[in-house]
């Protein structure tokens, strides 16, 4: 059983950074697929970044490309979720998740994942 936990949320001004990171533990995550998503209130949760841990081949929403980057640490277990260029539209809770991945494959739906984090609050301020 693998669990995941989130840090490094907060409030940030608009065009400032924060850097996301996702802690697994109870197993090696080598043959996962890893996924960030966000949920806004009133909205419906969705697929920002992931990547494929032993490949490192990763995907990104179109909304997030050039300002998100998703990365991972072999020796911390750890998957980092470095965003840059904040916007007003970013402000989320953001969560990590995964899922055993048998090919390069990202899917976007968070159906597709097995193990969810606890999620952290992003908030951008304008």
């Known amino acids: 059983q693998v669990q995941l936990a989130e840090s490094g949320g907060g409030l940030v001004q608009a065009g400032g950074s924060l850097r996301l990171s996702c802690a697994a533990s109870?197993?090696?995550?080598?043959?996962?697929?890893m996924g960030w998503f966000r949920q806004a209130p009133g909205k419906e949760r969705e697929f920002v970044a992931g990547?494929?841990?032993?490949?490192?081949?990763?995907n990104y929403a179109d909304s997030v490309k050039g300002r998100f980057t998703i990365s991972r640490d072999n020796a911390k277990n750890t998957v980092y979720l470095e965003m840059n260029s904040l916007k007003p539209e970013d402000t989320a809770v953001y969560y990590c998740?995964?899922?055993?991945?048998?090919?390069?494959?990202?899917?976007?739906?968070?159906?597709?994942?097995?193990?969810w984090g606890q999620g952290t609050q992003v908030t951008v301020s304008s």
């Open positions: 109870g197993g090696t995550v080598s043959s996962y697929r």
């Open positions: 998740a995964a899922a055993r991945a048998s090919i390069n494959y990202i899917p976007k739906r968070d159906s597709s994942y097995t193990y």
């Open positions: 990547i494929i841990w032993s490949a490192g081949f990763t």
